[in-house]
């Protein structure tokens, strides 16, 4: 039996892995990889105590950190949480697990166009990731939907690998940063196509062709693509969590100060499950505050289950 088992692996999750299991408790993360989007960052500036640091490394080091005070990181994908008396049962793809409380640090997911076809291709020419995936692309023409910040970082670092890039923006002008759209235009292997939707993504095993259609004027037509990145922002994908805890009208699971959750469309806390890092109603979004978060929660869920006196060996515990 597991002392806590925190869903998710990024920041918050990790966190509160690194104070459970230092804690003496039976932790467990469970996510299905590491944090999308602090290991799509290639820099980062603003964590205390680091200059820089890119993404992948900080999320590696956090993983590193939770393994060497006891905690088990699976990956695999959490599909339900129920509870029955005192504890939790959590069903995911690969494995059942139980655990005495929960930490839920979902994060926020890419968001996806929502289209039929857009499923069948995902990981065969369809990605989220244009750190991780980016490289797949070279010499061979691509295309980014999008037209903000995320999208532009996109389509500027797909134009150093491919042949040609496509800018599929569903307004007549983009939203990001001015300097960086001022890059793109420099690029002579970026294409703008915009006052454009993607109606439909065909090929055969992989993706070969986009088909888009002009809001504007209704005409459609076709691009021959080897790959897309799909960069129209992120969610808090968090329905398999609704009937179990309140969340608010974005999705994002309602937490009081101290990472108490509450019962759904209710004012009452609900005891045992805490949540932490960007898929909370905190307002900020960052890596360092998602940290600490998941460290208070992490806290939290040692207190709780404490007091409710379903103690298991902490001979391995550390004070502070």
Not at 29 to 52: D, H, T, W
Not at 142 to 162: C, E, I, P
């Amino acid at each position: 039996m597991n002392d806590v088992v925190i869903i998710g692996a990024g920041p918050a999750g990790l966190s509160a892995a690194i104070y459970a299991s230092r804690r003496g408790m039976k932790t467990i993360v469970i996510g299905k990889k590491l944090s999308e989007q602090v290991v799509g960052a290639p820099q980062i500036k603003n964590y205390p105590g680091i200059e820089a640091i890119s993404g992948v490394e900080l999320v590696q080091k956090m993983e590193e950190q939770a393994r060497n005070f006891g905690a088990e990181i699976i990956y695999d994908e959490v599909l339900s949480i129920r509870k029955e008396g005192s504890e939790f049962f959590v069903a995911a793809k690969e494995k059942k697990y139980e655990g005495k409380s929960v930490i839920l640090a979902i994060g926020k997911g890419p968001k996806h166009l929502g289209i039929p076809s857009e499923e069948r291709f995902q990981g065969k020419g369809i990605f989220y990731c244009d750190i991780c995936d980016a490289p797949l692309m070279k010499n061979k023409v691509t295309a980014v939907v999008g037209g903000g910040d995320s999208a532009l970082d996109a389509a500027l670092y797909l134009s150093t690998l491919a042949k040609k890039v496509y800018l599929i923006h569903r307004r007549d002008k983009l939203r990001g940063c001015e300097t960086t759209v001022e890059k793109i235009k420099e690029k002579k292997n970026v294409e703008m196509v915009f006052d454009s939707v993607v109606e439909e993504f065909a090929g055969e095993k992989f993706l070969q062709s986009v088909k888009i259609k002009n809001v504007k004027t209704g005409g459609q037509k076709e691009l021959k693509v080897d790959g897309v990145f799909v960069e129209v922002g992120h969610e808090v994908k968090s329905d398999f969590v609704k009937d179990l805890v309140k969340l608010d009208e974005q999705k994002q699971i309602v937490v009081n100060q101290n990472c108490e959750t509450f019962y759904p469309n209710t004012e009452k806390t609900r005891p045992g499950i805490f949540a932490a890092g960007d898929a909370t109603s905190s307002v900020f979004k960052q890596i360092v505050i998602s940290s600490g978060e998941g460290a208070k929660a992490g806290l939290q869920a040692y207190s709780y289950v404490m007091k409710k006196g379903m103690t298991t060996d902490r001979s391995a515990g550390y004070g502070k």
